[in-house]
């Protein structure tokens, strides 16, 4: 089953006799689900199917929906003004006996001019909020613009689970390398270990033999790094299962990298030799950059 990402876009768009929209929905990552509108004034009635179509679809992220309405070009003609036109006349008359009271002939206006004048003429911009049609129409939009929505993240998800399984089979290799060079430096150090205990034997008499096999089981467990690549291991074994679930599992792969993260600062302390530190270095940064991919995942 794929993986889903909480990243992706959609939008659906369309129109009736008079009115055109467009709804979009923006997602990003996020701790848990949180839904922010931008919805046109009058049409606060579509926020609670908008917020129970995206609940029901998405258990995290960060998603913004907005829709935006315009007039169609044509579907609403200027029309006259009547009181405006009134108020026109009457200040054009005014002006006129003025000007015949001091002598000054003026040019009597043409229709033209009077329809031009400022409201005269006029466009109903209103958006019909109150259409029992166009409001079925945006409601139906929802359930496209979820659906798009859920493909966008499923196709980004597809590629974080390719990509989180090549981080995964590269933290393998790095712990069979780890283990090869714990064995090698363990095979060193008991050598060097030996050797030393062999000088300090030859040269004390009285040594305690029991205090000396407990500082060697001591400087023994600490070199030891066999459990940490040992739950490395079922780390490993449960990330692929996790990849392999249905549902989110964003959550889960969060945690399990931190657990990751926690056995590879305890394999770089332990280590023995500079080889095996190398490693460890290198898993570190592979972890780092599989949490990273991690916290797109739903």
């Given amino acids: 089953m794929p993986l889903n990402s909480m990243t992706g876009f959609a939008d659906h768009s369309g129109t009736d006799e008079e009115t055109s929209w467009v709804w979009e ?75 015949a009271e001091r002598g000054l002939d003026l040019m009597p206006p043409t229709i033209a001019d009077l329809l031009s004048m400022r409201g005269v003429m006029e466009t109903d911009t209103r958006l019909p909020s ?14 496209d613009l979820v659906s798009g929505l859920k493909e966008a993240r499923a196709a980004e998800g597809a590629s974080l689970q390719s990509i989180l399984s090549e ?7 790095l712990c069979a390398d780890a283990r090869k060079a714990a064995e090698e430096s363990g095979f060193r150090s008991g050598e060097v270990l030996r050797a030393r205990l062999q000088t300090i034997l030859d040269n004390t008499a009285d040594m305690d033999e029991s205090r000396i096999a407990q500082e060697l ?10 459990e940490e690549l040992d739950r490395l291991d079922a780390h490993l074994s449960a990330a692929r299962d996790l990849l392999k679930q249905d549902g989110p599992v964003g959550r889960k ?14 394999l770089c302390s332990k280590a023995g030799s500079t080889d095996l530190k190398s490693v460890g270095l290198e898993l570190k940064v592979v972890i780092d950059q599989m949490r990273e991919q991690v916290q797109n995942v739903e």
């Avoid at 259409?131 to 929802?142: D, F, P, Q």
């Avoid at 792969?253 to 305890?266: G, I, K, P, V």
């Fill in 25 to 99: 929905a923006r997602s990003v990552n996020g701790r848990g689900l949180e839904i922010r509108l931008r919805l046109p004034d009058g049409f606060e009635s579509l926020e609670p199917v908008v917020r129970t179509a995206v609940s029901k679809a998405f258990s995290r992220g960060n998603i913004s929906v907005s829709l935006k309405l315009g007039r169609r070009t044509g579907a609403a003609a200027p029309r006259l003004n009547p009181a405006v036109l009134e108020e026109v006349i009457s200040g054009i008359e005014q002006a006129s006996t003025l000007a």
């Fill in 130 to 143: 109150d259409s029992a049609e166009l409001m079925a129409a945006l409601k139906a939009g929802i359930s």
């Fill in 167 to 173: 981080k995964l089979d590269t933290i393998t290799r």
């Fill in 217 to 226: 089981a001591v400087i023994a467990v600490k070199a030891d790094v066999s």
């Fill in 253 to 266: 792969l969060d945690f399990l990298t931190q657990e990751f993260n926690r056995e590879a600062n305890t």
